[in-house]
């Protein structure tokens, strides 16, 4: 079975330039989520899925950064304009969520997205 | 808002010994789901061990095992026989619900030596 796909692996950008990751989850999983991953830190998420209706979006800068879900599949993240904060790893996930207490969800990632803005 | 400490950066262990990393959280939920992600350079996010928190049987995986004490708020994860492909990142993380976003700790570099 495939895992979560993401590409680009990297990405080297001037700022103010636009950018754009995509993700393509496993198959059959419901949710998908972007995480944004600093320099020496953990992961921090900017938007979740359930379908594609985006349920948890309050930590994604909506003045550049945008994402889509079409047909509750595929996902894409874009960041218009880049700066030079945006440089990090964009990690992308998914997960079958079978119901709010099933004990056995798991979130599988992707290998991500190294973002350079210079 | 629940945070996740983990106040080890750095730690070293001999091949085919045992380490402990240290994470400590804070929420005001009764239930939820604490993990434990490794993170090789090659960055993907792998899950070690997963613990629900209305379980109070620590939760074990091979060679990974977890001591949860619920009242302190403390999820430790113990790795023993250390193996040289153990050597990564390792991320707590808490979820308040199945589904729901992971918080995930600043992590622990895990280096083991021969």
């Known amino acids: 079975e495939a895992g979560v796909v993401q590409s680009p692996r990297y990405k080297i950008i001037e700022k103010k330039q636009p950018v754009a990751f995509w993700c393509n989850p496993i198959s059959g999983h419901n949710t998908l989520y972007w995480y944004r991953q600093n320099l020496g830190q953990g992961p921090e998420l900017l938007i979740r899925y359930e379908n594609e209706e985006a349920v948890d979006d309050s930590q994604l800068p909506k003045d550049r950064f945008s994402a889509e879900r079409l047909k509750g599949v595929d996902s894409t993240l874009k960041i218009q304009p880049a700066e030079l904060g945006d440089s990090a790893v964009y990690l992308c996930?998914?997960?079958?969520?079978?119901?709010?207490?099933?004990?056995?969800?798991?979130?599988?990632f992707g290998q991500g997205t190294r973002l350079t803005v210079v | 808002a629940q945070t996740v400490t983990q106040s080890q950066p750095e730690m070293s262990v001999q091949e085919a010994e045992t380490v402990t990393l240290s994470c400590t959280y804070d929420?005001?939920?009764?239930?939820?789901?604490l993990f434990w992600y490794k993170q090789p350079p090659s960055r993907q996010m792998i899950l070690v061990i997963r613990?629900?928190?209305?379980?109070?049987q620590n939760a074990t995986e091979n060679r990974f095992s977890v001591n949860f004490q619920k009242a302190a708020k403390s999820f430790s994860l113990k790795i023993s026989d250390s193996q040289l492909g153990d050597t990564a990142m390792y991320f707590c993380?808490?979820?308040?619900?199945?589904?729901?976003?992971?918080?995930f700790g600043k992590g622990t570099s895990l280096l083991v030596t021969p």
């Open positions: 929420t005001s939920e009764n239930n939820y789901y």
């Open positions: 613990q629900e928190a209305y379980k109070q």
């Open positions: 993380a808490f979820s308040p619900n199945s589904g729901y976003a992971l918080n």
């Open positions: 996930a998914s997960s079958l969520v079978r119901g709010a207490q099933a004990p056995d969800t798991e979130a599988f």
